[in-house]
Every structure is written in structure tokens, then in C-alpha cells.
């Protein structure tokens, strides 16, 4: 690992080509293994035996992890806007993203296509796991994955904020078991308030659209 430090405007350069630390590689190994999980074994069907045996062997996972010391991110978060960030602290942030995060268990995985001034789109293809109504993406996990997507877009285009107000509008089926993309881009600024815009399409059905605006902390702004 270098000695290299990283501000808050390299976060997005220094994740893309700093090599991926030996335990992130472990973690993502975790982390996609019970993702595996989650997408096989919900609705699965199985004799009351074969339930109870994953259950058993589960439990005694999860009895063997116990509860592990874990790292306190902000303390990461507090040396980025110092410029004094890690390769390994930038790890520490942003592999457990909730959405596309490789070592994040609960985060749908994406593949960004791409991510520059101009906006970002990606690639995802989500599982039973995340259905709301038969055969279609839950509205809530749709509100999370734009969330994410529109502030991607912001930190793509080297901005930092959280969300302030985000407009969703459900415009058709969103399917699971599908290759879906989500796209986003800044459309304006005013001070601290960035205007972000996006949505979710299939194929070339647009099925959700969103718009939102996105504050600059007044310590950065
Ligand atoms: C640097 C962080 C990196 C994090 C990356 C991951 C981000 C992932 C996306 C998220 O999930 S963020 C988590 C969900 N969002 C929050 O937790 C935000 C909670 N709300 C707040 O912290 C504050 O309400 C907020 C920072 C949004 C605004 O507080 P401020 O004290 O900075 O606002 P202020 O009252 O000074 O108003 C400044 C301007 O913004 C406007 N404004 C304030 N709150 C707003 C709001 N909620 N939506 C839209 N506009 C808003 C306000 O009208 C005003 O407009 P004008 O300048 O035109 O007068």
C-alpha cells in the first residue's frame, strides 16, 4: 500500500486506481458469497429438512464471525477533508457503498459505464430479493438506487453534497432479473444547491425518472 494521501476531490480517482487492498479482497469474497446467498435462498423452495440444515449451518456462521471490533468510518471521513486520506481509508469508504459497494452484502452491484463531468450510467441486474409488487423492483429500492445514482453523478463530477430533496416519478415497470440502467447528471447550480437529474431505464423504456437537489456542506461551500 503507497504513503499517497488523498482529499475529498481525488476520492473518486484515488478508488478507481489505487490497488484493491489484500483484505478488501477478502471482504468482496464475503460480501459476494452472501449476496449469492440472499438471491438463491429467498422464495427457495426445499423440504423442511434442507431448511433446516442451511439454517443450521448459518447460524453456526454467523455464531463463528461473533461480533467483530469494526472500524469507525468517520474517523476516515475526518482525514479525507484533511487531505490526509489513505488509499486504504478511501477502501474503508467506499467499497461498503450501500449501492454498488463490493464489500457491502446489501448493496446491489452495478457496473459503471460511465463517470465523468458529464454524468454517470450504470449497469445492474437485480434480484428476487429486491421485488415489490410480482416481477418488479420495489418503488423504495428504486428511491435507493437513484439516491445513490444522482449522488454518484455529483462526485463524478468532483462536487460533494447530500441529498436535500429527491422527486421520484414511477413511470412504468421496473423488472427484476433484468438488465436495467440508471443514468444522472448535474443540470445546475445555485451556491451550495446542486440540481441533479436521472432515472432508470429498460432497454430503451424509460420506467422511472427523478430529479433532486443536492447541498454542499456549508464547511465546503
Ligand atoms: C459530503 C458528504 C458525502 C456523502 C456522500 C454520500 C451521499 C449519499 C446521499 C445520501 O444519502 S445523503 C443522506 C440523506 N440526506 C441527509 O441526511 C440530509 C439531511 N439534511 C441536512 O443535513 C440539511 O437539512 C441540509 C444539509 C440538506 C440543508 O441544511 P443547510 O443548513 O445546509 O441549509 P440552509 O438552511 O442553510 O439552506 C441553504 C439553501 O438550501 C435550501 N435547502 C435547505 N434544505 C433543503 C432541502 N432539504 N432540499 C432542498 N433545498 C434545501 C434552502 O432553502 C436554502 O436555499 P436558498 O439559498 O435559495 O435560500
Known amino acids: 500500500m503507497s504513503n499517497k494521501t488523498f482529499g475529498p476531490f481525488e476520492l473518486q ?7 484493491v487492498p489484500a483484505d478488501f479482497v477478502e471482504r468482496r469474497r464475503i460480501s459476494a458469497a452472501m ?22 449451518q448459518l447460524e453456526a456462521l454467523v455464531a463463528t464471525v461473533g461480533e467483530p471490533d469494526r472500524r469507525d468510518t468517520r474517523a476516515a471521513n475526518r482525514k479525507l477533508f484533511t ?14 457503498d450501500p449501492v454498488g459497494g463490493p464489500s457491502n452484502p446489501i448493496a446491489p452491484q452495478v457496473e459503471w459505464l460511465q463517470e465523468d463531468q458529464n454524468g454517470i450510467e450504470g449497469a ?5 430479493q429486491y421485488q415489490g409488487p410480482p416481477g418488479r423492483v420495489h418503488g423504495g429500492v428504486i428511491a435507493w438506487l437513484l439516491d445513490a445514482a444522482l449522488s454518484r453523478a455529483l462526485h463524478a463530477a468532483f462536487r460533494l453534497g447530500v441529498t436535500g430533496t429527491l422527486n421520484i416519478r414511477y413511470l412504468a415497470a421496473t423488472p427484476i432479473e433484468d438488465t436495467i440502467h440508471c443514468r444522472a447528471r448535474i443540470t445546475g447550480q445555485e451556491g451550495r444547491k446542486i440540481f441533479v437529474e436521472g432515472g432508470i431505464w429498460h432497454g430503451d423504456t424509460q420506467t422511472v425518472s427523478a430529479e433532486g437537489i443536492w447541498l454542499t456542506p456549508k464547511s465546503l461551500g
Do not use: C, V
Open 13 to 19: 480517482k484515488a478508488y478507481n486506481n489505487e490497488p
Open 35 to 56: 449476496q449469492t446467498l440472499a438471491e438463491r435462498l429467498i422464495r427457495a423452495e426445499g423440504d423442511i429438512d434442507t431448511l433446516s440444515g442451511w439454517a443450521d
Open 83 to 96: 487531505g490526509s486520506a489513505t488509499a486504504e481509508d478511501i477502501f474503508h469508504m467506499m467499497d461498503y
Open 124 to 128: 445492474l441486474r437485480l434480484g428476487l
